[in-house]
């Protein structure tokens, strides 16, 4: 299955960047970790002897390897455990040189003893305050943190601070879409500027792995997979402060209470650690659109590492609004679908009555073919609760992004269209502004279940997906697949 195909390149080039990593420099382990609750609970001290720059660097070279681990894993499955996340936010991560959590050893024994993690007690009675436990402690390191980075403010509060691959290593940005109960990774930065974006330093990405991949029991009761979610619910608060202090101070409440906003203005107060108003950050900023500002700034600065570096179908700022290595009757393709991209419903009519996760094959008359992911990004008033979704949702504020390969592991619906005729499919999805008017556009151009080619159709995604990433492949769940 595509969804559990997570592959992993093992190569002498590897196992000899494993070895310079990690015994490189000499360090030696005076005791042996134990595999009692607290040595499972804390990954920093039970392996406390492995050198922390390592460890980081080793997982930030593999980024979407280890997103993927959980992305896709068994964790990020079901709605449940998907509601605590945007549709879309990118990823980024913090510069190890940077990180005082590495380069500050006595920082670094002080807080570890507070980034412990939840779940490995699984008794029911006492999920409430073990809860509270964890939750204490991972705002006080919060508190903590925010008062050690203050004293090196302003050197670490700046653009720089963000890792660059080394100037070659595309994991460095990554792209997140969340499918409804379901969660796909990409590298770079693909669609338009998310509301969101995290920027995860070491702490952040190796608790984020621990909890959702180590110490993760997919036949854990529920006492475990409720402290393992509500955790990770912290953990995306953290990347987004951490984001937030790379904005003027006297913004970042603002933009913190536009995330949060109804009920998780309440839950900002009563679960989260304050967020840090008093650092200040070095960037300089032109227009009061700071969060884009930033983010425009960060592509340009990463252009040369950002595997969707010009992504011509959501983020296009010219007449060309396709992909120049592509042939030429893609690049028509291309700049239609272009036209459906970063507007709210209320431009794109037919995205109302879209799933999350569409998959569109365009072929020519020349029995070539290409593949595209129509993915819905829902609006949402706030992520910050794992029930009540529905009430949440803004639909007025979903938006399209459209992903020129294979995004999702659960396809919801296939669309069909001879690239003559791609033009119309774009204009009718545009102006569909009926359930009557969009069922049109399901029975010219849409793949039903009952459709007499349906497992044609389908098999074909997947040898394309062979043919472009043939280490990635794998055959596509259907039990999502909706009969529109």
């Not at 330093?201 to 475990?224: C, I, K, Q, S």
Request: charged share 25%.
């Amino acid at each position: 299955m595509f969804k559990r195909h997570i592959t992993f390149k093992l190569d002498k080039k590897l196992r000899q960047r494993i070895e310079a990593l990690f015994f490189k420099n000499d360090w030696t382990v005076n005791k042996l970790p134990g595999y009692t609750y607290e040595h499972r609970a804390n990954p920093f001290i039970t392996f406390a002897n492995i050198p922390a720059q390592a460890r980081y660097q080793f997982m930030l070279e593999h980024a979407e390897y280890f997103t993927r681990t959980f992305i896709r894993g068994p964790v990020c499955r079901g709605q449940i455990a998907t509601d605590v996340i945007h549709d879309h936010f990118w990823v980024m991560f913090q510069d190890p040189e940077r990180d005082l959590f590495i380069t500050d050893k006595k920082y670094h024994n002080q807080v570890a003893p507070l980034l412990g993690l939840p779940g490995q007690n699984d008794d029911l009675l006492k999920t409430g305050n073990n809860w509270d436990k964890y939750k204490a402690k991972r705002n006080q390191y919060h508190l903590n943190r925010n008062e050690h980075y203050r004293e090196f403010a302003p050197n670490w509060v700046t653009r720089t601070s963000i890792w660059d691959g080394e100037g070659e290593n595309q994991n460095a940005l990554l792209t997140v879409f969340r499918n409804f109960d379901s969660a796909s990774v990409q590298k770079g930065f693909i669609g338009d500027i998310p509301e969101t974006i995290w920027w995860m330093d070491y702490p952040l990405f190796e608790r984020t792995y621990y909890e959702l991949v180590v110490n993760f029991d997919v036949f854990g009761n529920l006492a475990h997979q409720l402290q393992t979610r509500m955790y990770f619910d912290l953990i995306r608060n953290g990347a987004e402060y951490n984001f937030l202090r790379l904005l003027p101070r006297d913004k970042r409440q603002e933009i913190l209470n536009e995330w949060y906003s109804g009920l998780g203005k309440l839950k900002t107060h009563i679960t989260y650690a304050p967020l840090d108003i008093e650092t200040p950050t070095v960037e300089k900023y032109e227009t009061e659109s700071v969060k884009d500002e930033l983010a425009r700034n960060i592509l340009q600065d990463l252009a040369d590492i950002n595997a969707m570096e010009k992504d011509s179908l959501n983020r296009c700022e010219t007449k060309q609004c396709y992909r120049h290595d592509q042939a030429e009757w893609i690049h028509n393709v291309d700049a239609q679908l272009a036209e459906l991209t970063s507007k709210k419903a209320e431009f794109i009519s037919g995205l109302n009555f879209l799933p999350e996760m569409t998959f569109l094959r365009v072929s020519n008359n020349e029995g070539q073919r290409t593949m595209y992911s129509i993915i819905r990004n829902r609006a949402h008033t706030n992520v910050a609760f794992i029930f009540g979704e529905s009430l949440r949702h803004q639909p007025e504020n979903d938006t399209l992004t459209i992903y020129p390969s294979i995004a999702g592991s659960y396809p919801n619906f296939i669309f069909d269209v001879p690239a003559s005729q791609i033009s119309e499919f774009s204009h009718q999805l545009k102006s569909a502004n009926t359930h009557k008017r969009f069922e049109n556009i399901v029975l010219q151009w849409g793949i039903r279940r009952t459709h007499p080619q349906f497992w044609e159709k389908l098999h074909d995604f997947t040898a394309w997906q062979k043919e472009q990433q043939p280490l990635e492949a794998g055959i596509f769940d259907i039990n999502r697949y909706e009969n529109l």
